[in-house]
């Protein structure tokens, strides 16, 4: 079964920018979710894994909340970027090479999205990874 471009869209945009679906969904009510949570990982965290799966562990590593709006995230064409630079603590030490990104919700691990990232962030000491509105992030 698949799900056609216009409601692939529409689920994108209910899930990234709160935008209810007509007689099919709504964003909560009582108490939505405002932001998502981004994740860095260092290799697919895989269907079966959570955001804290291959997570970033380079020191002062954050994951970085982004608004659950159009200002947030850019939805069209059935594809999701940041509407902005997402811009993660600078490494205060630990060298590693970031190849994916996480979006879940709240502040466990539940990832909703992952997906790698193009092109690679390799982080050392004094590097500001930074996850542009030019950086493609493709499903695994």
Request: charged residues 15%; proline residues 4%.
């Amino acid at each position: 079964m698949s799900k056609t471009n216009a409601f692939e869209n529409d689920l994108l945009e209910l899930i990234f920018n709160a935008t209810a679906i007509a007689d099919i969904a709504e964003d909560d009510t009582s108490s939505p979710a405002t932001s998502l949570t981004v994740s860095l990982h260092t290799a697919s965290p895989g269907e079966a894994g959570d955001m804290s799966t291959s997570e970033a562990t380079y020191t002062s590593y954050a994951r970085q909340t982004v608004a659950r709006t159009g200002g947030g995230w850019v939805v069209t064409g059935n594809s999701v970027s940041p509407a902005g630079n997402i811009d993660f603590p600078t490494a205060t030490g630990g060298n590693e090479t970031i190849t994916h990104v996480g979006i879940g919700s709240g502040t466990g691990n539940n990832l909703m999205y992952y997906g790698a990232l193009t092109p690679t962030i390799l982080v050392s000491n004094g590097v500001t990874p930074r996850v542009t509105t030019a950086s493609t992030i493709t499903e695994d």
